[in-house]
């Protein structure tokens, strides 16, 4: 898709994830990855249009570890339905890529 789109890349990832994806020498296994867990979340808010792509972002921890942070639009629905924590996991190997998403809300840990 990156190569047909190339303007995908900016329209659904923010400049930290392309950073953290190679940057110039982009791996698009690890953009699939994310773009993964991006769609895992909107299904999870139920997304009718509105939530915008860089409100929801991967980012790594200390230790690479993927975590979502969200603002804006996707904040705002999550907050909706109560959800105030997320966990996400990533994988891709040969040409596949896969996220899970779990959302919970406060009290349902």
């Given at each position: 898709m990156v190569r047909r789109t190339p303007s995908i890349v900016t329209r659904v990832f923010t400049p930290d994830e392309v950073a953290a994806c190679g940057g110039d020498r982009l791996r698009t296994d690890s953009l699939a990855a994310r773009w993964a867990a991006k769609?895992?979340?909107?299904?999870?808010?139920?997304?009718?249009?509105?939530?915008?792509?860089?409100?929801?972002?991967?980012?790594?921890?200390?230790?690479?570890?993927?975590?979502?942070?969200?603002?804006?639009?996707?904040?705002?629905?999550?907050?909706?339905?109560?959800?105030d924590t997320w966990h996400v996991s990533l994988s891709h190997d040969g040409g596949m890529a896969i996220a899970f998403v779990v959302a919970a809300r406060a009290g349902s840990r």
């Open positions: 769609e895992a979340v909107a299904k999870v808010l139920v997304d009718t249009g509105g939530l915008e792509w860089h409100d929801c972002q991967v980012v790594g921890g200390d230790h690479g570890q993927p975590h979502l942070l969200m603002r804006g639009s996707v904040e705002l629905a999550a907050r909706a339905r109560g959800i």
